[in-house]
């Protein structure tokens, strides 16, 4: 089945930096475009970037960019966003998603993983 | 930046309609995306392209877009329908995907 699993999250001081993964299996994961969304504790869903199937385009929400890179590995069926120079706001779920088209970025997800936490704390 | 806004709350009785509205500027230009989410689960996509259901989602659910106003359809409510509901479109203006503010769907 199409799964979608998160890791990497924890605790980090302010300014500090993490790397988030995401491993696919169930599907061809090269073939689709994938995105990071995060949830604030008791707030909505906030896009944070996607990537192409290919990586060849990237894009970012206004509160991260210049801050976090996201990339892949086709190879390894993995996800990545690298978080640097983390701030209080960044504390959140963090969640993966599959893009729902093939070849080209649609910008609706079909496929969640479960999240995984970031809390930025001193 | 482009902003969608949503209804805080929607409360319906069960077997009864309802309507969750998403409303920015020119909405109906752009295809629409809703989300379900349920307390400490991930978001669910339940209805795209305004209109279209993914496999699996029952009929039940319904969109519309047009204007200013895009509106997500809830019939025959069922208490598993509790949740909150997510619009999302992608800007491409600003190259920047939005989510609406949310609206939890409380069934009496």
């Known amino acids: 089945q199409v799964q979608l699993v998160e890791s990497g999250g924890g605790v980090v001081q302010p300014g500090r930096s993490l790397r988030l993964s995401c491993a696919a299996s169930?599907?061809?994961?090269?073939?689709?475009?994938m995105h990071w969304v995060r949830q604030a504790p008791g707030k909505g869903l906030e896009w944070v970037a996607v990537i192409s199937y290919d990586g060849s385009n990237k894009y970012y929400a206004d509160s991260v960019k210049g801050r976090f890179t996201i990339s892949r590995d086709n190879s390894k069926n993995t996800l990545y966003l690298q978080m640097n120079s983390l701030r209080a706001e960044d504390t959140a779920v963090y969640y993966c998603?599959?893009?729902?088209?093939?070849?080209?970025?649609?910008?609706?997800?079909?496929?969640w993983g479960q999240g995984t936490t970031v809390t930025v704390s001193s | 930046s482009y902003v969608l806004t949503q209804p805080p709350s929607v409360s319906v009785a069960p077997g009864q309609t309802a309507r969750i509205t998403c409303g920015g500027n020119?909405?109906?230009?752009?295809?629409v995306h809703w989300y379900q989410q349920k307390p400490g689960q991930a978001p669910v996509l339940v209805v795209y392209d305004d209109s279209d259901r993914p496999s699996g989602i029952p009929e039940r659910f319904s969109g519309s877009n047009s204007g200013n106003t895009a509106t997500l359809t809830i019939s025959r409510v069922e208490a598993g329908d509790e949740a909150d509901y997510y619009c999302q479109v992608w800007d491409s203006s600003s190259a920047l995907c939005v989510f609406g503010t949310g609206t939890k769907v409380t069934v009496l």
């Open positions: 020119n909405i109906g230009s752009k295809s």
């Open positions: 169930g599907f061809t994961f090269s073939s689709y475009g």
């Open positions: 998603a599959k893009d729902q088209a093939a070849m080209v970025i649609q910008f609706r997800m079909d496929v």
